[in-house]
């Protein structure tokens, strides 16, 4: 079964600056994306950014980049030029490509890391 | 366009009642999800659609039923609420298998 870790329980960064958030994640699938969603107090759940395990280039959404490695089973979120609004739960997730392998589809959620953002 | 949307919003219920909670999407998306997320645990999968009139047990289904009569609808139940019912449920919708799940606001459940 796949596992996801998030070994950072809390993390906190000055505003305007850079901060990384790790992900490991335990799979014997070559197929599968990964994903950061982060959960501000509102509780919505809000996907960040999207990564498919074939692609070797890593995904970017404006400030949010990802440091994917496969071998290493790695998926860290880098936030740049952190803002007062990127205070949130961040979840990292993994999901299987294919149903057919006994995968039900669903995302499997790390246990999150609390980002706090200092002004 | 809604996109995903709960209701109740909050519950409070005592041990032994039965509630419903709706989950509706308004984005044609074939696969709905019913998970749960407890303090410390991140979310687990309860139930889950793959389209309408099909359902399948997901992580953590005991204590719930689903139904999904319609595409657009997907309902979670507890026949017997118990206080280890007490958590936060969201429920996602996406297109495909492999397409991006979208969540709803969440339903926040307490079990007294």
């Known amino acids: 079964a796949q596992t996801v870790t998030q070994s950072q329980p809390e993390m906190s960064v000055q505003e305007a600056e850079t901060v990384t958030l790790s992900c490991t994640y335990d799979?014997?699938?070559?197929?599968?994306?990964l994903f950061w969603y982060k959960q501000p107090p509102s509780r919505q759940m809000i996907l960040v950014i999207r990564q498919e395990a074939y692609k070797q280039q890593n995904a970017t959404e404006n400030r949010f980049s990802v440091n994917f490695q496969k071998a290493a089973k790695s998926f860290s979120l880098k936030i740049s030029d952190s803002q007062l609004g990127d205070a949130a739960m961040y979840f990292c997730?993994?999901?299987?490509?294919?149903?057919?392998?006994?995968?039900?589809?669903?995302?499997?959620f790390g246990k999150g890391t609390k980002l706090s953002v200092k002004p | 366009n809604a996109g995903v949307t709960q209701t109740p919003k909050f519950r409070v219920l005592k041990t032994g009642q039965s509630m419903t909670l709706l989950c509706a999407q308004d984005m044609n998306h074939e696969y709905m999800y019913w998970y749960r997320q407890d303090p410390g645990m991140g979310l687990r999968l309860i139930h889950y659609s793959v389209g309408e009139g099909t359902t399948a047990k997901g992580e953590v289904p005991d204590g719930y039923n689903v139904s999904r009569l319609k595409k657009q609808n997907f309902l979670l139940g507890l026949e017997s609420a118990a206080p280890s019912q007490t958590s936060v449920y969201f429920c996602?919708?996406?297109?495909?298998?492999?397409?991006?799940?979208?969540f709803g606001p969440g339903t926040r459940l307490l079990v007294l």
């Open positions: 799979t014997s699938e070559s197929d599968y994306y």
């Open positions: 996602a919708s996406s297109y495909g298998q492999q397409e991006t799940q979208y």
């Open positions: 997730a993994y999901r299987s490509q294919y149903l057919s392998r006994g995968s039900q589809g669903n995302l499997i």
